[in-house]
């Protein structure tokens, strides 16, 4: 199975180069490998330049436009090469170890979800209570309103066919920093598409900060609110060919 790996930066000049060398060393020339950075100030993209000319199979890529996760993850899926498509975090949160299994996985399922709350799943090191709480919250609001059946739709590392990408990729929010979710909420509702959840290890960040600010409670509740309403459409137009 042709795979590619997309890694979003902000800020990662500190670790883009531990985490593309150790999917390497894991996994050697197979996965494509794309670092998609949104022009940050610390040097992340002359890291992932120098990496791309020195190693085959990795590519770095410029998001331009106003800078936003979903839009680069979207940027990186849609230059992928790859019939899968993975997206995990550039800084150390997501382990390569775990890419494996949702691989394997993928080999009887449309999308694979990595999950800290299912079998094999979990923390490296304990998250603060509160921590916990606002991402089980989060999960139990995405299970009530989009009635998304998943264990962890807040985990962000997942893999998917692009055949199943390209199905609502025209229906994605650029804006937003949920697009798993988003992307979830829609391939739900297509017929015959297959969605498993697989364990994952939640590690620390290795080096520097997280980029989420406090207004992402706001953003998260539009998302959920743009994501019913687009269920919605969706639901009317597939009765109507029905
Ligand atoms: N391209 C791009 N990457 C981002 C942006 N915000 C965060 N990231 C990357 O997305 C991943 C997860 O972000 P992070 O700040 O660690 O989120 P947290 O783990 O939820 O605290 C990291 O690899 C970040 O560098 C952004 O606006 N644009
Ligand atoms: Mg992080």
Avoid at 137 to 165: C, H, W
Avoid at 195 to 211: D, L, N, Q, Y
């Amino acid at each position: 199975m042709k795979y590619s790996i997309i890694l979003p930066t902000y800020n990662e000049a500190l670790n883009i180069s531990a985490m593309v060398r150790r999917i390497r060393e894991l996994y050697g020339n197979d996965p494509e490998i794309l670092i998609v950075d949104d022009r940050s100030p610390d040097g992340t993209f002359e890291q992932a330049s120098a990496l791309a000319s020195d190693i085959p199979n990795v590519r770095a890529v410029l998001h331009d436009g106003p800078r936003s996760l979903s839009a680069s993850v979207l940027c990186g899926f849609d230059r992928a090469q790859g019939d899968v498509l993975f997206c995990m975090d550039a800084d150390g949160q997501h382990r390569p170890e775990d890419l494996g299994r949702l691989l394997s996985a993928m080999e009887h399922n449309d999308m694979v979800i990595g999950s800290r709350y299912v079998e094999g799943g979990g923390f490296a090191e304990k998250w603060k209570f509160s921590r916990v709480l606002t991402s089980r919250t989060a999960a139990l609001m995405a299970k009530l309103i989009l009635n998304v059946r998943i264990q962890d739709p807040m985990s962000g590392f997942f893999a998917i066919r692009k055949e199943a990408y390209e199905k609502v990729r025209a229906e994605l929010d650029p804006r937003g920093f949920k697009i798993m979710l988003e992307i979830l909420s829609l391939l739900i509702l297509l017929p015959g598409i297959r969605i498993a959840e697989t364990g994952i290890v939640f590690a620390m960040r290795k080096h520097g900060a997280s980029k989420l600010s406090t207004h992402v409670i706001l953003q998260y509740l539009l998302m959920l609110k743009n994501s019913f309403l687009k269920q919605r459409k969706l639901k009317k137009r597939t009765a109507l060919s029905a």
